[in-house]
């Protein structure tokens, strides 16, 4: 029986499978409380730990040092760690990357540059954190790059095919700070988000440039710590609407949410595992499924769907797990 990765055409690139969700924590406290819900949960996420925001003022060595420890003495198999650093203007920036690189490069699952004001400032960060890690003899960790400025946005498409991307991520507060007043305030939480203009017009941006380059597309967090039910709206909506991946958290309340609504339908994830199974039978010939027939070019599709599902913790059927994901 040959797996779909074998038979399949993929047109483009193809899109990186890293979990749906990543949470950001800014402290020790909070890096080790993460760990310890990472490690006990079901649930398959990331944590970003925050050298920029998270750094006290005047103790920005001493916050990258901590994070490079705790990401060092962390088990990779267990933990996905990933750490977003100082803009590319900030003076801390290539201290951020000589430290973190030089103590914890093997175990660092992606690096998150904030704030660029365009392709020229991303590139050069990526080139001095590619050029510290061959010197420290470690691969570069897959870079994200955080969209914040409207500069950046005007350059996105040539930002996103900067080689050893993975993500890029939209950063919605800084963004709409950056209009001096323009776009009022309400555009920093749903439902102006979803509806002003120009926030509308720059996330679609940002999704057809990562979409375009293999890239998963990241969503702004969602500032409703209390009533679940609107992170998982968000969530929903940025997936099915916008064409978002993931989503990061900044409470560990938003973690499920964010996962469950990042997850494809339950209808078309059977859907999709009926297809798929019958096709693997027909040696990926064409097959005729409810009165409908199908054949490589919509198997594509649904294998999609169900590496979506997989990465979210969808549930998936146990002739699914077997045929497709046991290694």
Same mark, same amino acid.
């Given at each position: 029986m040959q797996h779909p990765s074998q038979v399949?055409?993929?047109?483009?690139?193809?899109?990186? #499978?890293?979990?749906?969700?990543?949470?950001? =924590?800014g402290n020790e406290k909070f890096i080790n %409380?993460?760990?310890?819900?990472? =490690?006990?949960?079901?649930l398959n996420f990331d944590i970003t730990c925050d050298c920029e925001d998270g750094a006290p003022s005047g103790r920005e060595e001493e916050h990258a040092?901590?994070?490079? %420890?705790?990401? =060092?003495?962390?088990?990779?198999?267990?933990?996905?760690?990933?750490?977003?650093?100082?803009?590319?203007?900030h003076q801390h920036c290539k201290n951020d990357i000589d430290i973190l690189l030089t103590n914890a490069g093997n175990n660092i699952a992606y690096l998150t540059i904030p704030k660029p004001l365009g392709y020229i400032d991303a590139a050069k960060t990526v080139d001095y954190a590619r050029q510290v890690a061959d010197k420290a003899g470690v691969a570069l960790p897959p870079i994200h790059i955080l969209?914040? #400025?409207?500069?950046?946005?005007a350059e996105v498409f040539k930002i996103a095919?900067?080689?050893?991307?993975?993500?890029?991520?939209f950063g919605l507060l800084d963004f709409v700070s950056d209009h001096q007043g323009?776009?009022?305030?309400?555009?920093?939480?749903?439902? /102006?988000?979803?509806?002003?203009?120009?926030? #509308?017009?720059?996330?679609?941006?940002?999704?057809a440039a990562a979409l375009k380059n293999g890239l998963v597309a990241t969503h702004n967090p969602c500032l409703e710590i209390k009533d679940e039910s609107v992170p998982r709206e968000d969530a929903?909506?940025?997936?099915?609407?916008? /064409?978002?991946?993931?989503?990061?958290?900044i409470h560990p309340g938003q973690i499920r949410p964010i996962i469950e609504s990042m997850q494809p339908n339950q209808s078309e994830i059977v859907r999709a595992s009926e297809i798929l199974l019958a096709a693997q039978q027909a040696n990926w010939g064409p097959i005729s499924h409810n009165g409908e027939m199908h054949d490589r070019a919509s198997y594509r599709y649904f294998w999609n769907i169900l590496k979506q599902a997989k990465t979210t913790s969808a549930a998936l059927s146990e002739a699914v797990e077997n045929a497709f994901f046991k290694t």
């Open positions: 399949l055409f993929e047109a483009g690139p193809v899109l990186p #499978t890293i979990p749906a969700c990543e949470h950001f =924590a %409380k993460a760990i310890e819900l990472q =490690a006990s949960s079901d040092q901590m994070v490079a %420890k705790i990401i =060092a003495s962390a088990n990779p198999n267990k933990h996905r760690m990933g750490v977003r650093i100082h803009d590319p203007m969209i914040e #400025t409207q500069s950046a946005l095919e900067i080689p050893g991307l993975q993500g890029i991520v323009v776009v009022p305030s309400s555009a920093m939480r749903s439902p /102006g988000q979803f509806s002003h203009r120009l926030i #509308t017009r720059a996330k679609a941006e940002i999704t929903r909506i940025a997936r099915e609407e916008y /064409g978002f991946m993931r989503m990061y958290s």
